[in-house]
């Protein structure tokens, strides 16, 4: 068996496996975790499609979902606020958003502050889809965290959004959270 990650066999919160694998004089523990880290989150992205049941009939695509999200969370967006939001450019986000203006999930309204850009809103539909898909996607999560005590659960929890906000600071695209 290739073991590229050896210090996944067991990596306690503690860190003791860090510990134990700098005295044996593997890598330092920060590059031994930083390689369990790149590893397991390439895991998750394709392990969450899988169990969420992303690829279903009538599921939003993960593009859609995350950009119908966001407009709940910050309210209408220009293409231009969207594209610095993702750092994503125009033509990428104009081709999406036109999709989902074509299903009905997001409509363009004038500026509320009365500024010249057009913007888009989720709408009621886009609402009903984003509900409809968190609940598939947070009743896969209970599944998945249903044998984990509820101690373990909030760490991880504590741990991936920390994680998350160190990504945003460092990209200078906050995500608003509720």
């Not at 984003?130 to 599944?143: K, P």
């Amino acid at each position: 068996m290739y073991d590229a990650y050896p210090l996944y066999h067991a990596y306690p919160v503690d860190g003791s496996a860090c510990e134990a694998g700098a005295a044996a004089g593997r890598e330092e523990p920060r590059v031994d975790a930083t390689r369990a880290i790149e590893f397991e989150t390439m895991l998750l992205s394709r392990h969450l499609v899988e169990i969420t049941g992303r690829r279903e009939r009538g599921r939003l695509d993960r593009s859609a979902y995350t950009l119908l999200s966001r407009l709940r969370m910050a309210g209408p967006m220009s293409i231009g606020e969207l594209a610095d939001a993702f750092g994503l450019d125009q033509s990428t986000l104009n081709r999406q958003t036109g999709t989902m203006l074509n299903a009905g999930l997001v409509e363009r309204i004038p500026d509320p502050a009365g500024g010249i850009a057009r913007k888009f809103r989720i709408t009621a539909e886009g609402e009903r889809r984003v509900d409809a898909d968190r609940a598939v996607n947070l009743e896969a999560l209970s599944r998945i965290l249903a044998g984990w005590p509820p101690a373990e659960a909030a760490a991880f929890a504590h741990a991936l959004q920390r994680f998350n906000t160190d990504i945003e600071r460092l990209s200078g695209r906050i995500w608003p959270r509720p």
